[in-house]
């Protein structure tokens, strides 16, 4: 995962909680706690994705179907 990679993510979850308060525009605490979704599946993706198993893009794509 490269610098690109991170930014795109970090903006996607500013996106899903409308706040990027934060350094590099994450979402505060409150905001990103507040998302209902199962982040032990997005933890594990996110694994995945780093380990090399699979592409960064794949990985996004699901990650973003879990946050919709």
Sequence with gaps: MNKTD????I????????CGI?????PCNTCF???ETDFRHICWL????????YKFKEV?????KLLK
């Design 60 to 64: 996004y794509g699901d990650i973003e």
């Design 6 to 9: 991170i930014k795109k993510l």
């Design 33 to 35: 706690h507040s998302i």
């Design 46 to 53: 996110l694994i995945l994705s780093l380990r090399g198993d």
């Design 11 to 18: 903006n996607l979850f500013a996106n899903k909680t409308g």
């Design 22 to 26: 934060q350094e590099m525009g994450c």
